[in-house]
């Protein structure tokens, strides 16, 4: 049954503290009147690269039921609009634990606030997992990239990582090289749809606790990501796997900044463990 009347859409900026940076989603705190093709209109309507709609909800036990909407499709799950999700809960019902059920299955996010009342979100993914990519899925991406093989850093191999969705991981050689970002939109956008991959996760790595990424997201209509959390988890695994974590770690991630939104992403990633925890905050966008 249709809502009389359009429900709230909550604005939020993920993974930062600037409205005017990180990546913006859309919040619907009650879509319970609402169905796939009415929730697939209003995140076209709002336009950011995703809304999440809480369909069920259960306040005493703080769990939640969640769907994520870009322009263009359902998706599984999506890392900013969680955190922008889980940020206005603890707004509202107070910080701690919440539990959001997802197409990809139970995330358990933790919300605390600093001194400044600011709250931080920290969402513990699905298990990851990686594989390397294979001679054609990377021939294909880099074609409709326009890179070269040579445009690679050989220290961090091509991978299809998984945390909830899968993501090509592909990393820059230069700094330079992942500024340069000129894709062809509709053959990227026929590379990962026949893949399945909901982002292309571009990263160069400045040191072994520092990265930098970009994510082209074609197939949800968006040229690119500012900040991409399931992108930042799928990530963590794939550094998992590859064996570029020892020990537990925490690893920054800055994206956006080639696009003006700067976004800070902070992972952890536990060699032992199959899970990453992704952590950033989330502030309201001001009304226009």
């Known amino acids: 049954m249709a809502h009389s009347t359009a429900p709230d859409v909550l604005r939020y900026a993920a993974f930062t503290s600037d409205p005017d940076g990180g990546n913006p989603a859309g919040v619907v705190l009650d879509a319970t009147g609402l169905d796939e093709r009415e929730m697939l209109a209003l995140a076209a309507e709002v336009g950011y690269s995703e809304t999440a709609f809480l369909t ?9 039921t969640v769907r994520y909407f870009s322009p263009l499709a359902e998706v599984a799950f999506c890392g900013h609009a969680t955190v922008a999700t889980a940020v206005v809960l603890a707004e509202r019902v107070g910080t701690g634990e919440l539990l959001f059920d997802t197409p990809a299955g139970e995330i358990r996010v933790e919300t605390v606030a600093d001194r400044d009342g600011a709250v931080r979100a920290t969402l513990t993914s699905v298990p990851t997992r990686s594989r390397p990519a294979d001679a054609a899925e990377l021939d294909a991406a880099l074609a409709a990239l326009r890179w070269d093989a040579a445009d690679l850093d050989p220290a961090l191999p091509p991978h299809v990582a998984f945390a909830g969705n899968d993501h090509l991981i592909l990393a820059a050689a230069s700094r330079a090289r992942l500024a340069d970002l000129a894709y062809d939109f509709d053959a990227l956008t026929t590379v990962m749809r ?6 292309v996760h571009l990263v160069w790595r400045e040191n072994d606790s520092s990265y930098h990424a970009r994510d082209p997201f074609p197939v949800g209509g968006v040229v690119e990501d500012p900040a991409t959390g399931a992108a930042a988890a799928a990530f963590g695994g794939y550094l998992r796997t590859v064996g570029l974590v020892a020990a537990p770690s925490t690893i920054a991630i800055r994206q956006g900044e080639d696009m003006g939104r700067p976004s800070d992403l902070t992972i952890e990633v536990d060699p032992y463990e199959t899970p990453v925890r992704v952590t950033g905050r989330a502030v309201p966008i001001p009304a226009p």
């Open 194 to 199: 026949t893949h399945g991959w909901t982002t």
């Open 56 to 64: 069920e909800r259960d306040v005493d036990q703080r769990r939640f």
